[in-house]
C-alpha cells in the first residue's frame, strides 16, 4: 500500500486548524500543520499531534457494549439496538416523553453527523429534558448575543488583524486559540499587534500565558467582571466619550443603559472589583481613544452568577466607543453554510425567547430549547410526574464536567435506563446500560457547522476520510437516526438511509416549495450530513443557488479545494444592519431582562468578598477530559495543581509541591464537597485566589481511561455547588466560589 498524504481539519478545539497527515501501510506516520490552510496557515497546537494516539488508543471504544449482571459485554450493533428497542419504548408508554432526557457534549460541534442529527433524536424523544454543554460554560454570551443582535450565533468577533487595541477580560486564547471566536496561532497574531504599534490588555485573576505577552496585566477578583465593565460604562458616560460611529442608526436603547448604570461609579466597584478607580477610568480612556479597538471575553466572564449581564456589557463598551460592525473592531462573520443570519429577510427577524417550558424541580428556564446541566440529577432524584428514568447522553461526561459529579453519579444509578454514544467508557458512561462507540475522528468526513460562523475569517473547508471505517459500524447519523426510530416506535431493524431520505424531502418540500423536486434531483449524489451540506453551501450566501449563479460554491467545489487549503472567502466586514434577525431591526442595546437583572449587582456592590475563592484554568494540552488518556498530551510535568499566591500559602502554612484539601464553604445542611490537589505557589495568581484546573478526576471506578487513571488529578467540579446558576441564562457558576484551604501533609 502506498504512502499517502491527506489534508484535515483537526476537530479537538475551536481553532479548527488545517493538517498535512501522512499514511503508510494504513498507518499514520506524520502529522504537520498544511502551509496553504487558509484559516490556520500552517499553525497547529499539541492537541493535532495527538489525534494518532486518540485512533490508536486501546480504551477508545470499537464495538458496542451492553451491561448484564453489572458487567459489560461487547455486542454487535444488532443486538445494541435490539436491547434499546426491548427497554425504551415500553418506559415511554408506562411513564410519558418527559420521563426521557438527552444530554450533549462539545465534541458534537466539531462533528457535522452529531450537530446535525442530534435534534432529530431530541425531536423524536418529545421530550423538554434537553441538556448540552453549553450551560456550562457559552450559553451567557449566546443568549446576550441573542438578545442584542437577534440570534444565539450572531457573536461579534475582534477583528484581530486590523485592531490597534485589543482588551481581553477573562479569557486566555493563548492556550484555547480562541473560544467562541475561532482564532489559530493567536500568539502570531498578538506580536503582529504589537509589532504595528498595537495593544494587548489583558484583565483575569490569574496571569495567564495571554497575559504573559500582553502590554499590561490587571487583576480582577473573580466574579467581578460585571462591576468593571459596568463603570467602564459609567465612566463613557461622565467624560462624554460615547459615540456609536457606523451604527448610530441601527441602535436602540443608548439612554436606557446610561439610566441603568448610574450606581456603578469606578470609586463605588473599586473595591468589588481590586481594581483602582483611576485604573478603571484609564482602561476607558484607552478604549475609547484607540483608533480602533475591541473588546473579548469569554469563560471567566460567562461561568459565574452574572454572566449574561458580563457578556451584554461586553458589546455594550464595543458599540459605545464606536467600535461594533467597523474593521479592527468588532465584526460579524458571514458562513457560507448553516448560519440563520444570512437566511431569510435581511435585516429583521423574530429575535430570541426564553421560557418556553421551565425544570421541573427548580424552575429554571428553557434558554435555546435547553435545561441547565446542573438541573439533571435533581431531575433524576425528584419523584413526581416528569422524573427523568431514561436518559441518553451524546458525547459528553458530566459526572466530570459539570457542578458536584458525585450527586450526579449517585443519580444516574438510579435510572431505569441509560444508553451513550461515546468513544470512551469514562466516568459518566459507565452508568450505561448499553454504549454505542462513536467513529474515530479521522474514519469520518469533517466540516465545520458552527466554527465558521465564529471565525476570524470567512471561508469553507471540507475534509474527507483520512482512514476506512470499520463496514460493521454505522456512521454516526445513522445511529441517530435509529434511536429516533426507536423512540418512536419503529423498531430497530429500520434502514437509516430511507429514514433519512423521507425526512429530506419533507424539508425540501417545507423550505423550497415548489422547487423541492429539483433540490431532490440535484443532490441526488448525497446522502446525510453531505446532503445537507450541499443544500446549505448552494442556497447560502455564497451559493450558486442551484445554478442561477454559476460562479458560486458548491459541496464540489469545496471538496475540490481540500489540498489547497480551503476555499478563502476573504477577511470579516461590516453586516450591520444586514445580519440584525431582531424584530425591531436594529441592536437591542438595552434589553429590559438585562436591565432588570442589573438590580441584582446594585444590590450586591457592598458585599464583602470571600477571604479564598477558587478558579478554573485551561491548558493548550487539554479541552475535553478524555484528552488527559493521549500520551502526547498527558506527558511532562502534572498539571492538575492548586495554583495559589505566595502570600496564601504562607498564611494557610502551604508548601509547595505537598498536598491539600480544599473544602468548599457549603450552605447549611448541605453535604460537605472537598477535593485534594497538590499545591503550587505562584505569583501568578491574585492574592485570595487559588486555580485548579478543569476535567480532571479519573480515579473513579468502572471507568477505563488507563493513562488518565495514572495521574488521576482532583475533580474541580466536585467542590461546585449544583444549585449556583446564573438565572438568566441558567449557565453554572464554576468560578469565584469561596474555600478554604489545610495541608494534609
Request: hydrophobic share 40%; net charge neutral.
Amino acid at each position: 500500500m502506498p504512502q499517502t498524504t491527506h489534508h484535515r481539519i483537526c476537530p479537538l478545539c475551536e481553532a479548527c486548524c488545517g493538517l498535512e497527515i501522512t499514511v503508510d501501510a494504513g498507518r499514520i506516520t506524520s502529522i504537520r500543520g498544511h502551509e496553504a490552510d487558509v484559516l490556520s496557515g500552517g499553525y497547529i497546537c499539541p492537541k493535532a499531534i495527538a489525534l494518532k494516539d486518540l485512533h490508536d488508543d486501546p480504551d477508545r471504544l470499537r464495538t458496542p457494549l451492553i451491561k448484564r449482571n453489572g458487567t459489560f459485554e461487547p455486542a454487535t450493533w444488532a443486538q445494541a439496538y435490539a436491547e434499546i428497542a426491548r427497554r425504551l419504548p415500553p418506559l415511554i408508554a408506562a411513564h410519558g416523553r418527559n420521563a426521557t432526557a438527552v444530554a450533549v457534549g462539545n465534541p458534537s460541534s466539531h462533528k457535522i453527523g452529531l450537530i446535525a442529527y442530534f435534534g432529530k433524536l431530541a425531536r423524536a424523544l418529545g421530550t423538554k429534558n434537553v441538556f448540552s454543554a453549553s450551560t456550562l460554560d457559552q450559553m451567557p454570551k449566546q443568549l446576550a448575543s441573542g438578545l442584542m443582535f437577534g440570534h444565539w450565533l450572531s457573536v461579534a468577533l475582534p477583528d484581530m488583524e486590523r485592531t490597534d487595541f485589543l482588551l481581553v477580560i477573562g479569557a486566555n486564547p493563548l492556550a484555547s486559540n480562541g473560544s467562541m471566536w475561532t482564532v489559530p496561532d493567536f500568539k502570531g497574531k498578538a506580536k503582529s499587534l504589537r509589532a504595528r504599534g498595537g495593544k494587548l490588555v489583558v484583565i483575569d485573576p490569574r496571569r495567564t500565558e495571554t497575559a504573559a505577552v500582553a502590554d499590561a496585566h490587571h487583576f480582577i477578583r473573580p466574579g467581578a467582571d460585571v462591576f468593571l465593565l459596568a463603570a467602564m460604562v459609567h465612566t463613557l458616560f461622565t467624560e462624554n466619550r460615547v459615540t456609536l460611529g457606523n451604527v448610530a442608526e441601527w441602535v436602540n436603547g443608548v439612554e436606557a443603559v446610561q439610566q441603568a448604570v448610574a450606581p456603578f461609579t469606578p470609586e463605588a466597584v473599586a473595591a468589588r472589583c481590586g481594581i483602582a478607580a483611576q485604573t478603571i477610568r484609564s482602561l476607558t480612556r484607552q478604549l475609547a481613544e484607540a483608533p480602533r479597538a475591541a473588546v473579548y471575553a469569554r469563560i471567566g466572564t460567562c461561568t459565574q452568577t452574572y454572566g449574561t449581564l458580563a457578556s451584554w456589557l461586553v458589546d455594550v463598551l464595543n458599540t459605545l466607543t464606536g467600535n461594533l460592525d467597523r474593521e479592527g473592531g468588532m465584526l460579524f462573520a458571514k458562513s457560507a453554510a448553516f448560519a440563520s443570519n444570512t437566511a431569510g429577510k435581511p435585516g429583521v427577524g423574530k429575535g430570541v425567547s426564553t421560557g418556553r417550558h421551565a425544570a421541573r424541580v427548580s424552575g429554571a428556564p428553557e434558554v435555546y430549547g435547553e435545561l441547565p446541566m446542573t438541573c439533571l440529577a435533581e431531575e433524576i432524584e425528584t419523584p413526581g410526574e416528569g422524573q427523568i428514568r431514561a436518559l441518553i447522553t451524546v458525547a459528553t461526561n458530566p459526572v466530570l464536567s459539570s457542578p458536584n459529579g458525585p450527586r450526579l453519579a449517585k443519580a444516574l444509578d438510579t435510572l431505569d435506563f441509560m444508553v451513550s454514544m461515546d468513544i470512551y467508557l469514562n466516568e459518566t458512561t459507565r452508568h450505561a446500560d448499553v454504549i454505542l462507540p462513536g467513529v474515530s475522528p479521522l474514519q469520518d468526513l469533517h466540516y465545520d457547522v458552527a466554527f465558521p460562523q465564529l471565525s476570524w475569517r470567512n471561508h469553507a473547508r471540507y475534509s474527507p476520510p483520512v482512514l476506512p471505517r470499520d463496514p460493521s459500524q454505522p456512521e454516526e447519523w445513522q445511529t441517530l437516526l435509529t434511536l429516533a426510530a426507536i423512540a418512536q416506535g419503529q423498531g430497530a431493524e429500520v434502514d437509516a438511509n430511507a429514514l433519512d431520505d423521507a425526512q429530506f424531502a419533507q424539508d425540501a418540500q417545507r423550505l423550497f416549495g415548489t422547487h423541492a423536486d429539483a433540490v431532490i434531483a440535484a443532490t441526488q449524489g448525497y446522502k446525510g450530513p453531505q446532503r445537507a451540506l450541499e443544500v446549505a453551501l448552494r442556497s447560502g450566501p455564497y451559493g450558486d443557488q442551484f445554478g442561477l449563479k454559476p460562479d458560486g460554491l458548491t459541496l464540489a467545489k469545496v471538496m475540490a479545494s481540500n489540498a489547497s487549503g480551503g476555499i478563502d472567502l476573504g477577511p470579516l466586514q461590516p453586516r450591520i444592519p444586514e445580519m440584525l434577525r431582531t424584530p425591531s431591526g436594529k441592536v437591542e442595546l438595552a434589553p429590559p431582562s438585562l436591565l432588570q437583572d442589573l438590580q441584582r449587582p446594585a444590590h450586591d456592590l457592598s458585599a464583602p468578598a470571600p477571604d479564598l475563592v477558587i478558579i478554573g484554568r485551561r491548558d493548550v494540552r487539554t479541552n475535553n477530559s478524555w484528552m488527559h488518556n493521549l500520551p502526547t498530551l498527558a506527558k511532562g510535568p502534572f498539571r492538575c495543581t492548586a495554583l495559589v499566591h505566595p502570600q496564601d500559602a504562607q498564611r494557610l502554612g502551604l508548601q509547595d509541591g505537598a498536598l491539600a484539601r480544599i473544602h468548599a464553604v457549603t450552605r447549611a445542611g448541605e453535604v460537605p464537597r472537598s477535593v485534594q490537589a497538590q499545591v503550587h505557589v505562584s505569583d501568578q495568581m491574585m492574592p485570595g485566589v487559588v486555580s485548579l484546573p478543569h476535567g480532571w478526576g479519573h480515579d473513579l471506578p468502572g471507568a477505563q481511561l488507563r493513562v488518565a487513571a495514572e495521574r488521576a488529578g482532583a475533580n474541580l467540579n466536585a467542590l461546585l455547588d449544583d444549585q449556583l446558576r446564573d438565572p438568566l441564562s441558567g449557565n453554572a457558576v464554576l468560578g469565584g466560589v469561596a474555600i478554604t484551604m489545610v495541608t494534609t501533609d
